[in-house]
């Protein structure tokens, strides 16, 4: 994951060079107000953590280039299905974190679950 500083900034990147996903503290800033504002709305909020089973012992047998293939599928797999017309009514949030991923939601009709059903491409 690439949160060190890029030469001549004082600030890590803002998206993962990987997966072009947010980075860990880009994302954890943006959770937190997304959390705030549920509170204070007092909407659904949803955190959806993605974990890739056996993504070390990818790495270890077939290469760390396989293991970032690996995460490089799943952020595409998150963009694609949240690029649905289907999610359009709720806000989110995409980061990694420890090599894997999450995903913030903010919608009041609680759907954290159905939205995790379909990146694991179960629709239903």
């Known amino acids: 994951m690439s949160d060190t500083l890029l030469p001549g900034t004082v600030q890590p990147p803002s998206f993962d060079a990987l997966t072009l996903a947010l980075t860990r503290p880009a994302f954890l800033a943006l959770l937190a107000e997304q959390a705030?504002?549920?509170?204070r709305s007092g909407n659904v909020f949803s955190l959806l953590l993605l974990d890739v089973d056996?993504?070390?012992n990818i790495n270890d047998c077939h290469g760390v280039a396989?293991?970032?293939g690996v995460l490089v599928g799943l952020a595409d797999r998150c963009r694609q299905v949240?690029?649905?017309p289907a999610w359009h009514r709720s806000e989110y949030s995409f980061?990694?974190?420890d090599?894997?991923?999450r995903i913030g939601n903010q919608a009041g009709d609680g759907a954290g679950h159905?939205?995790?059903e379909n990146i694991?491409?179960?629709h239903g």
């Open 66 to 68: 396989a293991g970032d």
């Open 114 to 116: 159905a939205l995790a």
């Open 95 to 97: 980061g990694r974190y």
């Open 82 to 84: 949240i690029a649905e």
């Open 120 to 122: 694991r491409g179960k």
């Open 99 to 101: 090599g894997g991923a």
């Open 36 to 39: 705030q504002l549920a509170a």
């Open 54 to 56: 056996h993504l070390q």
